[in-house]
């Protein structure tokens, strides 16, 4: 199942979350440009979302996500350093947000937060 992780910059928690351009060929097929929305279920809360993807016209080539990503991110208040991880199975799509904690001496990533 095709899928990319990224930790969260600046730029994803405060605007928009810039996508792994070697995924877009998992997502929708545009059709005429402008904001092409799909659903997202979040694997931690099996809530589904309405999320958006576009590439920018504005000299960064790179597609994002946006609609509901805003939500969401608020929702988990996800922050810079926090990790999100995107699957796409066929036509359904799922996101995990993962935050980095110190548990016994050792980190590690979870979900719960």
């Known amino acids: 199942m095709p899928s990319f992780s990224k930790l969260l910059c600046e730029t994803d928690v405060k605007k928009q979350m810039a996508v792994n351009s070697d995924f877009v060929r998992h997502l929708p097929e545009p059709r005429g440009g402008g904001t092409i929305n799909f659903q997202v279920v979040d694997v931690s809360s099996g809530r589904t979302w309405q999320f958006g993807y576009y590439v920018r016209r504005d000299g960064h080539p790179k597609p994002v996500f946006q609609g509901d990503w805003h939500d969401y991110r608020r929702e988990k208040g996800l922050k810079v350093g926090d990790k999100i991880t995107f699957w796409a199975d066929g036509g359904n ?16 990533w979870t979900s719960d937060f």
């Open 93 to 108: 799509y799922s996101i995990q947000a993962e935050r980095k904690i110190t548990l016994m001496g050792q980190e590690i």
